[in-house]
């Protein structure tokens, strides 16, 4: 036969381990220094600046 499960214990470890998993993800999100989130927004706009450097105009193009 197979393993009897509490279905009421199942439901709350399935609603503890998503809760832990938010937990975690705030924590990355939102447990950051100023000086870290500075950084991460000044890496940020670095890379839409060197992608914007490497676009080719469509006037280019044409000539």
Same mark, same amino acid.
């Given at each position: 036969?197979?393993?009897?499960?509490?279905? @009421? @214990?199942?439901?709350?470890?399935?609603?503890?381990?998503?809760?832990?998993?938010?937990?975690?993800?705030?924590?990355?999100?939102?447990?950051?220094?100023?000086?870290?989130?500075?950084?991460?927004?000044?890496?940020?706009?670095?890379?839409? @600046?060197?992608?914007?450097?490497?676009? @080719?105009?469509?006037?280019?193009d044409?000539?």
């Open positions: 036969m197979g393993e009897i499960v509490n279905l @009421r @214990r199942a439901r709350k470890d399935r609603a503890r381990k998503a809760a832990d998993t938010q937990a975690a993800d705030n924590r990355i999100a939102f447990g950051r220094t100023k000086a870290e989130r500075q950084q991460t927004e000044a890496q940020r706009e670095l890379e839409v @600046r060197r992608l914007e450097g490497h676009r @080719r105009d469509a006037s280019q044409d000539a």
